[in-house]
């Protein structure tokens, strides 16, 4: 059993290269199956999401290995389409697998993807698109299978701009003869990434970031050699660590405009940030300002994966914010959390309530990756001692998240012990 022991209450200073972005190297991974050869992808988070999507293209027959940041993926070898429920559980984005498969060999049979409990999370936009294009698919209950006898370019229009539905109908279109226009796609960065990475294998490929995205698919795809865009959310978790404890930090690596709706957010509450285009300085001075009403959405709103960062560095502060979460049904799980270390924080359906008030260490337990890193945002700002569990959670999408932020002169260590942490699951 591990957990963080966080000393709080003392300014950060420091300096943090931002990691390659989970949510761009997942779908990168699935994407390589549609090139037969080495795939070399470079920036690539060493995280245990990643670690299981290595282990799906291996399960698949193909060959994937990592020295330090660079993975490489071999499908010449590919010989399967089954993804057992053990590997699928183990995250949400093993079901961009399906589109992948579908597109390079027409046939996938897999269980149900897993992922953070942040609500339903049904996958009928997912398979929608299958369908449109062309496929077969059947709900077998606790089997999902997916053929197709030859995709076909089509018209799709999602009714939610999600961000795994377009991503696996980008990928399943490059199997599709002719042309797929996929309308009111989802517009985040991460989509552009994937559009770049198709490109760079030479898919043809248009529109991505602009809600419209067309595909001229059936084209023969070869391996490419790609640097993963850098992680948008975890520099706004380093953000949001600096606004907590205040302080200086600076970090490198990171895309600025990736991250406007949290930038300009945090300069309501107080923050000051100066930015070059691969560069960010915030200083802080607390405590910070209650922002008002913050309302999460799709790109370009307030992403809700930084909703619990900027809770969490706002909960310490003073004045009051209304969030209003509009994308999971249960994404304030950390509430608990946060109020076991004193903060005002009430939860009415999908708003929280929030008063500004210093914070007091506390024993408290990640239900979920965000709501995770979300409490040790709220322990460096808390006057004291604070032991967080949970860490599987947190290690899904951060390399080391201590390394990190002790790089910005946080008082952070993993501990390893036989007795456990409290929930703090609301
Ligand atoms: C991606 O999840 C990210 N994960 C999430 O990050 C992120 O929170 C989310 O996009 C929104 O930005 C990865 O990229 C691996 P969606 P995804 O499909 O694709 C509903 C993190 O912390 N929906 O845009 O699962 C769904 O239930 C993670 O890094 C359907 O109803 O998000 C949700 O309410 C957490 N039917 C909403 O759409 C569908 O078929 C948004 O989901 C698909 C989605």
Redesign the pocket.
């Known amino acids: 059993m591990e957990y963080f022991r966080v000393e709080g209450g003392r300014p950060l200073e420091g300096t943090v290269r931002v990691q390659g972005a989970?949510?761009?190297a997942?779908?990168l991974l699935a994407a390589t199956l549609l090139a037969r050869g080495e795939t070399v992808l470079r920036n690539c988070p060493e995280l245990t999401?990643v670690a299981a999507a290595l282990d799906i293209l291996a399960c698949l027959g193909c060959r994937a290995g990592r020295e330090g940041d660079t993975v490489r993926v071999d499908t010449s070898t590919l010989s399967g389409c089954v993804i057992p429920d053990g590997l699928m559980g183990r995250?949400?984005?093993s079901?961009?697998f399906l589109g992948a498969l579908l597109a390079r060999i027409g046939e996938a049979h897999t269980g149900w993807p897993g992922?953070?409990a942040?609500?339903?999370?049904?996958?009928?936009?997912?398979?929608?698109a299958f369908r449109t294009l062309g496929a077969l698919v059947l709900d077998r209950g606790s089997l999902l299978s997916c053929e197709s006898a030859g995709l076909r370019g089509r018209m799709l229009c999602l009714p939610?701009?999600?961000?795994?539905?377009?991503?696996n109908a980008m990928l399943c279109a490059c199997g599709a003869r002719g042309v797929t226009v996929i309308r009111n796609a989802?517009r985040?960065p991460?989509i552009v990434d994937l559009q770049n990475f198709l490109r760079s294998m030479g898919a043809e490929v248009h529109g991505a970031g602009s809600g419209r995205i067309l595909i001229r698919g059936g084209k023969p795809l070869h391996p490419t050699d790609y640097t993963v865009m850098p992680d948008r959310?975890a520099a706004a978790t380093f953000l949001c660590a600096v606004a907590s404890a205040g302080g200086e930090g600076e970090l490198t690596g990171v895309c600025s405009r990736d991250l406007i709706p949290v930038l300009a957010s945090l300069e309501t509450a107080g923050c000051a940030i100066s930015k070059e285009a691969d560069r960010l300085v915030i200083r802080v001075k607390r405590p910070l300002r209650g922002i008002g009403r913050l309302t999460t959405g799709?790109?370009p709103a307030f992403?809700?994966?930084a909703q619990p960062l900027l809770a969490a560095a706002l909960a310490g502060g003073e004045g009051t914010t209304e969030i209003v979460e509009t994308?999971?049904?249960r994404r304030f799980r950390y509430a608990g959390g946060l109020r076991a270390m004193g903060a005002d924080l009430r939860v009415a359906g999908d708003t929280a309530y929030l008063s500004g008030r210093p914070l007091r260490g506390a024993e408290v337990k990640a239900a979920?990756?965000?709501g995770g890193a979300a409490l040790t945002i709220a322990a460096l700002g808390a006057e004291g001692e604070s032991r967080i569990g949970g860490l599987d959670h947190i290690d899904?999408?951060y390399r080391g998240l201590e390394k990190d932020l002790s790089a910005l002169g946080a008082s952070i260590r993993r501990i390893r012990s036989t007795s456990g942490t409290k929930s703090s699951d609301t």
């Open positions: 989970k949510n761009s997942l779908p999401d995250m949400r984005a079901v961009l992922g953070c942040l609500g339903a999370r049904p996958i009928d936009l997912h398979l929608g939610f701009p999600s961000v795994g539905a377009t991503e989802a985040e991460e959310i799709p790109w992403p809700t994966d994308v999971f049904e979920d990756l965000r899904r999408g």
